[in-house]
Every structure is written in structure tokens, then in C-alpha cells.
């Protein structure tokens, strides 16, 4: 068996402990990149989190080699399933190709006619400002479903689905449903419910307009710049994720939602903010926070310090960098 090892911000010391582990198994592994030919082999384990598996992706927009996503934290995410510490317990498992591969479907992007990367979880559509409204046409298959004024739009995947779609009042969808949610977000409109359509669709949202100029979020990590249109259809090919563990359904992503939206209810605005952010973009120091939130530096520690002491967080020395600390989501239990 042959494994490459990949990941975002990949540490020297992280990378040769994941291979020395597949070596002293026998598994052959080799370091890949994004600019290197990817030699013949059977699966890549890709460090960084989901937020490391979305950003293989966006990179190798073409593999359909199995992707084994891993945490460096012990947050539990649905792209990447198991931590660092787990990943010698599965490594076993992995040489005798004890797993279930997930085909992922991916939604192929072009705004304004340019084509951009597949996303793995949503395309949104927003006013560069909020708490500002963009006005929008939806056709879906060259049809007009609406004319729309709403913060915004989101067409989502079904592992996506359990994401942003889902805080904005998206339905859950099973993984192996073969469509994509669309989602007006806060409409003017109180009937505009959210639309359920075939994965085979041509979606396109059309003269985008607002005050000031609008902006295309890619998988909640990318931002471009869109003057009239988005066009969204199902990427071909697929992504494929490894599956060890069975708790990666929809029931369980709804189940681990719901406990953590009642445990919003009783916190501060800005602690919110904080575990939201943690969540879709996993660990962080509390620089990178007050830079991705925009909040002051003394509001963050002050949330930081509020989310440590209820347990919804989970603060460690950084495996890049032991001068750093990071915050993680703490596992519900």
C-alpha cells in the first residue's frame, strides 16, 4: 500500500510522526504537494482539520484519490473525523483498507463567466457590508424561481448542509441525497422558503446588485468580487473522504447542532461570535481571532476567558509553533 501525506501548514515534526507510523506498519508514504505530480498510490492523509481537507480540494480540484482527513486538535469535525492522537489506533485499519470511502459531491463555480475552484460545502452570495441588502434573480435550469431582496443567497451541498445553510434555516440533507439546498437568507419576502433541487441543475443567481459591491464566499474561506451572476452545477469529478467512524451521518450532525445552539442562548454576543468562527475554522490563536472577528484584542480575551471557563473551549500549546497558543472547540459530550 502507498499513502501520501499532505496538509495545510503541515509541521516537520507532525508529518514525520504520521510517517514513521505508516512505515513502521509498512505502508510505503510519501510528501505530496499541490505542485507535484501525485505518484500511484492509495489514499492521502491530509492534516489541517475540515478546514484542511476543504483547502486539498480547492487545490487538486481533479484527484479522486481518498482523502483521510485528520485534526492536530481533538474537536470533532465532518470533513476530517479523527485527531492526531487517534491516527496511530487507525493506522492498522488503513493497511488492510478497513474503510468506507464517501463520495462527497462538489458544486463547480463561475462568477461573472470565470471559473473558480469546486466547493465541498457552500457557495454563498452577500452585500460586501452587512446588515445590507442585495437584490437577486434566481433561475434554476433557466427558469426564474424568484426575484429576491435578502442579506443574501447560499447554495449548499449535502455535507455542507449541516453548516452555514443550516444556522440560516437550511434543511438537513442526507449525504447520499443527490441534490443541493438553496437558501434566501432573511428575505423581505416571509413565504420565501428554502428550495430542495437536483444536483444535476444549472443554479444562477443574476443580477446581483446593492448598494455597494457584492461578494462570493467560497466554502466560508475565499471572497470574490461578483458584478452581476454566479452559475452553480454539480463538479464532476466527486470528492472521496475515508470513513472510520460512523458518527459522520446527518442525524449526528443535527444532533451535535442542536446541543450547541442551546448553549448559545446563554452567552455573550461576542462569545458567540468566537465559537461560530472556531467552528467553521477550527483552531486558532487569539490573534488570528481578533483579526477573522474585527473585535478589540480585550473583548476576545475576555470571551476567550468566559468560553474556557463553561468548557466550550479548549486551549493548547500549537503543534507548529510552541510559542503559541491556540483555542479549539472542546468535544460536546
Not at 468506507?100 to 457557495?123: Q, W
Not at 454563498?124 to 445590507?132: D, G, P
Not at 475565499?222 to 460512523?246: C, G
Not at 476567550?304 to 509553533?321: N, P, Q, T
Request: aromatic share 6%; hydrophobic share 40%; net charge positive.
Amino acid at each position: 500500500m502507498q499513502v501520501g501525506i499532505a496538509g495545510t501548514g503541515l509541521s516537520e515534526a507532525t508529518a514525520k510522526m504520521i510517517k514513521k507510523e505508516l512505515d513502521d506498519r509498512g505502508i510505503t508514504s510519501f510528501y505530496v504537494s499541490t505542485k507535484s505530480k501525485l505518484p500511484d498510490i492509495d489514499c492521502i492523509v491530509v492534516l489541517g482539520g475540515d478546514k484542511g481537507v476543504r483547502n486539498y480540494f480547492h487545490k487538486n480540484p481533479d484527484s479522486t484519490i481518498p482523502v483521510f482527513g485528520i485534526s492536530e486538535s481533538e474537536s470533532s469535525g465532518f470533513l476530517a473525523q479523527i485527531d492526531l492522537k487517534e491516527f496511530p489506533a487507525y493506522v492498522t485499519r488503513l493497511k488492510k483498507q478497513d474503510y468506507k470511502v464517501e463520495e462527497v459531491p462538489r458544486i463547480s463555480v463561475k462568477i461573472d463567466g470565470k471559473a473558480v475552484y469546486p466547493v465541498l460545502n457552500d457557495v454563498a452570495v452577500f452585500a460586501s457590508k452587512s446588515a445590507m441588502l442585495m437584490e437577486h434573480v434566481l433561475r434554476v435550469n433557466g427558469e426564474e424561481v424568484w426575484h429576491d431582496n435578502s442579506d443574501g443567497v447560499i447554495i449548499s451541498t449535502p455535507i455542507g448542509s449541516s453548516a452555514y445553510s443550516m444556522s440560516a434555516g437550511g434543511p438537513v440533507i442526507f449525504q447520499d441525497s443527490p441534490v443541493f439546498g438553496i437558501i434566501s437568507v432573511n428575505s423581505l419576502d416571509v413565504t420565501r422558503r428554502p428550495l430542495v433541487v437536483s444536483n444535476t441543475s444549472l443554479i444562477e443567481i443574476d443580477d446581483i446588485s446593492a448598494r455597494i459591491y457584492c461578494e462570493v464566499v467560497l466554502d466560508g474561506i475565499d471572497r470574490f468580487r461578483v458584478n452581476k451572476a454566479v452559475e452553480a452545477t454539480k463538479f464532476v469529478p466527486s470528492a472521496y473522504l475515508i470513513r472510520m467512524k460512523k458518527d459522520s451521518t446527518a442525524v449526528s450532525a443535527l444532533a451535535k447542532k442542536v446541543k450547541l445552539a442551546e448553549e448559545l442562548f446563554s452567552m455573550p454576543p461576542s462569545s458567540k461570535l468566537l465559537l461560530k468562527i472556531l467552528e467553521y475554522e477550527g483552531a486558532m490563536t487569539q490573534k488570528e481571532l481578533a483579526t477573522k472577528t474585527l473585535l478589540p484584542d480585550r473583548t476576545v480575551r475576555l470571551a476567550l476567558s468566559h468560553l474556557l471557563e463553561k468548557g466550550y473551549v479548549k486551549r493548547k500549546i500549537s503543534m507548529r509553533d510552541a510559542r503559541q497558543k491556540i483555542y479549539e472547540i472542546a468535544k460536546l459530550g
